[in-house]
Structures are given as C-alpha cells and as structure tokens.
C-alpha cells in the first residue's frame, strides 16, 4: 500500500497574548511548547497540521501571533478553523502567512479536506449557517468520489456530560442531512471537549479530541477538571479511503486548580 498523508490535529490551545497567563493553574503557552516539540520529533513528520478551534483564550491578534511563530520552526503547512473563543477577523489578520494557510477546502495526498466554523458570535455552543451547509454540499459535490476529512470545532454529539451537552453543536441533523448525500465523506474531526472522544455514524467516524492544555472529566455532570495529560491526535490517511488514528499524550504535569467550577 502506498505510504498515507501524515496529519496531525491540534485543538484547543487556548493561548492568552501574554504567554505567562495561566487557564486554571495551567500556562498553556508552556503546555502547548511541549507538544510542539513532541510534534517535531514525530517519524516521518506530518504532512499537515489542522487546528480546530479556541487556539486563542482572549481572541488577541498578539495570541495568534505567538501561535504562528510558535509553529514556524516545524516548516509544516497549517489550516485551521475557529472556535467560541476565537475572534475570525484576528486570526485571518494573522493566521494567514508562511506556512499557515487559511483556506477551508484543500486537497492533500488522496484526501480533500472541508473545515467549517460553528462558531455563534458571544455564545459557548455551536450552529452551523444555512450558508455554511450550503458550501459544505456544493463542495462535496464538486469533489466527488475523493475521500473526505470534516473539521469543525463544536462536537455534533452530545458526549455525556450535562455541563458540555448544554454547548455542542446546536443543528447536528442539519450537518447529518447533507454527509448521508455524500458517502465520500469518512471523517469528522472536531474539539471543544477537551477528550479523547470516538463515535461512528452511516459509515463516517466522529473523532473528538484532547486539548493542548485543561482536560476536562469524561462523564461529569458538572464542569470538573481532569487529571489526564494534554494531548493531541495523529491520522494516517491512505488513498483507498483507509484511515488509521491515535492519540497522543504530552509528557508535561499540569499544575492544575482542580477545585476550579469553571472559567
Ligand atoms: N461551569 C461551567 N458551566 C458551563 N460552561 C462553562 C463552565 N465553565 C466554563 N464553561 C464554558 O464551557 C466551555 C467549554 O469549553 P471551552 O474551552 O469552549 O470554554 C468553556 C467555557 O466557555
């Protein structure tokens, strides 16, 4: 079989413009340079970076920039989407150059990619528009029998944990509608839950994914904080529409406030 397309996601960074700001205990710059730097000592190294979503905690273009020049040195192409954190106008300022790319339908190896933005302006859950459900059909349409990689923040299932449930995506049968017209499509990847997550729907796998800093408890009705290590997702994506995934964890021991009830 020929060798697949690397691809590596990273997802909730939560990054502040000053670099020294902790999120509940944890400085997420520090947490996100230790996985930076296991991603650069991956063999063979990925062909992509995709980012999805909430890679900035205060939506400053200062955040995306130390994001960007945080990556530069892996000489990776990078896409990316936004999240309920993210500010769009400050990312497409900044995310927009080098190697940081920030078109959201792109062929890579034997896959197409789709990266949608479920982000509703000042609101923790997810929807996606009429207009961007529209695009997403008209582009798989356009693209055919080619096997296709999803990306958006918000998860389009609930996960089990009533304080998350309450801001996944808001209009999953919507997203549903338009993947069961287009049996190319064969993954979904997403973040928002700061978990390892997997769940299978009409021949499409749904991969949520940890976060580059907090993790949250899998299962708990309350926000509640876990003590499980920052991560991040590798794919292995062949041209026969065969994918292979797993997750990743960082050597880095958050110093977290665990009695945190939110932020
Ligand atoms: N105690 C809480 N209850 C509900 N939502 C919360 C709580 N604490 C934080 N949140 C929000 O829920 C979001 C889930 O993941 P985010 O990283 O998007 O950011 C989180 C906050 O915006």
Redesign the pocket.
């Known amino acids: 079989m020929m060798s697949p397309l690397h691809v590596v996601q990273l997802t909730?960074m939560?990054l502040f413009a000053d670099e020294r700001r902790q999120l509940l205990g944890l400085p997420t710059q520090e947490s996100f340079q230790t996985i930076v730097r296991q991603v650069a000592q991956l063999q063979p190294q990925p062909d992509l970076l995709l980012l999805t979503g909430?890679l900035s905690q205060d939506g400053k273009p200062e955040s995306y920039a130390l994001l960007q020049s945080m990556l530069a040195p892996l000489g990776i192409p990078t896409y990316w989407l936004p999240?309920?954190?993210d500010r769009l106008p400050e990312m497409e300022q900044v995310l927009t150059k080098g190697l940081m790319s920030a078109q959201k339908s792109f062929r890579a190896g034997g896959w197409h990619f789709l990266l949608l933005n479920s982000q509703v302006t000042g609101c923790?859950h997810g929807h996606l528009s009429a207009t961007s459900l529209e695009w997403l059909d008209e582009q798989l349409e356009t693209v055919g029998a080619v096997p296709t990689l999803i990306g958006l923040h918000h998860p389009p299932f609930v996960v089990g944990s009533d304080?998350?449930d309450?801001?996944t995506l808001r209009n999953p049968e919507a997203l549903f509608a338009v993947l069961d017209r287009h049996p190319q499509v064969k993954l979904v990847l997403f973040g928002?839950?700061?978990q390892d997550y997997s769940q299978a729907r009409h021949g499409v796998q749904y991969l949520g994914t940890p976060?580059t800093c907090i993790q949250?408890e899998p299962g708990s009705a309350?926000?509640a904080l876990d003590e499980e290590k920052p991560g991040f997702r590798i794919l292995h994506l062949y041209d026969d529409a065969d994918w292979w995934t797993t997750v990743k964890r960082s050597s880095y021991v958050p110093q977290l406030d665990l009695a945190a009830?939110?932020?």
């Open positions: 909730d939560h909430d999240g309920n954190h923790v304080w998350l309450s801001s928002h839950i700061h976060s949250f309350d926000f009830t939110g932020y």
